[in-house]
């Protein structure tokens, strides 16, 4: 028999993380997704984003996403947690973006920590994206950046920032 704790959370997962997590990264390029995850994530609560960033690519690529209602110094050690598990596009674009919209020039040391970053030539795109958002945020990226990985970056940060007007304004 499951414990409440666990029942809480597969409903959590199920309403927050489920419908989204295979589609996270292309929350900049469907409008009714990115209302979907606007709207949960003025409900979601700052444990439960604290908990999806400490879980598999699945939650963490969402939580990236609603990770921006909160202050920075209250996810900074969770989204900590999660870029260091930050293997493969599944959830690397998605963490990076947060990083750099919530924190800025003290993302760098998370970004460079993205394991991604020791499999570029894997060529699945998350080490260039992750190495676009070092860049942003003032760094050196440990190789050159391909223009798409740039452009795919910049499409995500702007989401992200345009995101978080949304959660200050509501």
Request: with cysteine.
């Amino acid at each position: 028999m499951r414990s409440y704790e666990e029942l809480r959370w597969l409903g959590v997962f199920n309403r927050y993380v489920r419908p989204f997590y295979l589609k996270a990264e292309w929350v900049p390029h469907d409008w009714n997704l990115r209302c979907r995850i606007e709207r949960l994530g003025r409900r979601v609560s700052l444990n439960d984003v604290r908990r999806m960033l400490h879980g598999t690519w699945r939650e963490s690529s969402v939580a990236a996403w609603y990770c921006l209602r909160f202050p920075a110094d209250a996810v900074m050690s969770d989204l900590e947690v999660a870029m260091k598990a930050a293997y493969s596009t599944k959830n690397a674009p998605t963490l990076a973006a947060a990083c750099a919209a919530l924190l800025g020039p003290r993302a760098l040391t998370l970004l460079e920590a993205a394991p991604c970053l020791n499999d570029a030539d894997l060529g699945d795109g998350a080490a260039g994206v992750v190495a676009a958002a070092i860049e942003e945020v003032g760094g050196v990226p440990p190789f050159a950046i391909d223009d798409d990985d740039r452009a795919w970056f910049q499409t995500l940060l702007r989401t992200a920032r345009d995101l978080q007007v949304t959660y200050r304004d509501s």
